[in-house]
Each structure stands twice: as C-alpha cells, then as structure tokens.
C-alpha cells in the first residue's frame, strides 16, 4: 500500500506543477502521511479516512489564504496606464468637427469628449477615461 500513497504523491505534485493553481498541492501532506502510516502497517480504511480528513482540513483551512497571498496584482501596461492620467488639450476637442488632439507624457493623442456634444478649449486639462483605437476619450 505504501507504493499507492507515493505514487498519490507523485499525482499530486505533477498536477500542481502543470496547473500551478493551489489544485492539489493540499493532498501532498495528506498522502506524505498516509504514506507513513502505510510503512507501519496501519489498517488501509484508517490511511484512507486519515487522507481525506487532512486533505478536506488543509483545503478548507489554508487554501483562501494562499489565494490572498498569491493573488496576482495586475499592472496595467501599455495604453491602459493612460487611463486615469490628465492630459492637456492642444487642439480644440470637438466630436462634431470630427476633431482634437491632447499632450500626454510627451506624446500627442487625437482625442474625443466623453460628451458628444461638448467642445473643450485649448490649454484644458483632461482625464483620459478610455482609448478606443488611437484615441483617448477624455472629461
């Protein structure tokens, strides 16, 4: 019996390994124990109960915190960092003129008004709310 636990370890590290998700991480313990057992000769019903009880206490006990902690914190890359920055306007914002153009971090963008029907002057600050193509959408 003590070949079936490591071969459930062997499982249970590899399934980990290719997922890399906390999946089956929580029965390696249970099965380094039930293996120990196994080597002493405990009763197989008492491996197997022993298994599931540690397996079903690490996966309820620890597994929301191990997700807490490797949560990933995403950085926002590319164009989605300009949502949110303030930008200056250096040509006239006008959605019915088909025209405008903003500074942002040293670069020109054509811009949009989130309000259709808003024109935004020379010189304004906006923020950027979204970037549909190679425009920002700004306020």
Same mark, same amino acid.
């Given at each position: 019996?003590?070949?079936?636990?490591?071969?459930?370890?062997?499982?249970?590290?590899?399934?980990?390994? =290719?997922?890399?998700?906390? #999946?089956?991480?929580? =029965?390696?313990?249970?099965?380094?124990?039930?293996?120990?057992?196994?080597?002493?000769? @405990?009763?197989? &019903?008492?491996?197997?109960? #022993? =298994?599931?009880?540690? /397996?079903?206490?690490?996966?309820?006990?620890?597994?929301?915190?191990?997700? $807490?902690?490797?949560?990933?914190?995403?950085?926002?890359?590319?164009?989605?960092?300009?949502? /949110?920055?303030?930008?200056?306007?250096?040509?006239?914002?006008?959605?019915?003129?088909?025209?405008?153009? @903003?500074?942002?971090?040293?670069?020109?963008?054509?811009?949009?008004? $989130?309000? &259709?029907?808003?024109?935004?002057? #020379? /010189?304004?600050?906006?923020?950027?709310?979204? @970037?549909? /193509? #190679?425009?920002?959408?700004?306020?």
């Amino acid at each position: 019996m003590p070949y079936f636990w490591i071969a459930i370890l062997a499982l249970a590290l590899l399934t980990e390994a =290719f997922t890399s998700d906390l #999946v089956a991480i929580w =029965f390696f313990p249970a099965a380094l124990i039930s293996t120990l057992l196994a080597f002493f000769n @405990v009763p197989v &019903p008492v491996q197997i109960l #022993v =298994f599931v009880a540690v /397996g079903l206490v690490l996966v309820f006990s620890t597994r929301p915190l191990c997700k $807490k902690l490797l949560k990933n914190k995403n950085t926002k890359t590319n164009v989605d960092a300009l949502i /949110g920055e303030s930008a200056l306007v250096t040509e006239e914002i006008s959605n019915i003129c088909e025209r405008g153009e @903003v500074k942002l971090h040293g670069l020109r963008w054509s811009a949009r008004a $989130k309000d &259709p029907d808003r024109i935004i002057p #020379v /010189g304004t600050q906006v923020e950027v709310l979204e @970037v549909k /193509g #190679v425009k920002l959408i700004v306020k």
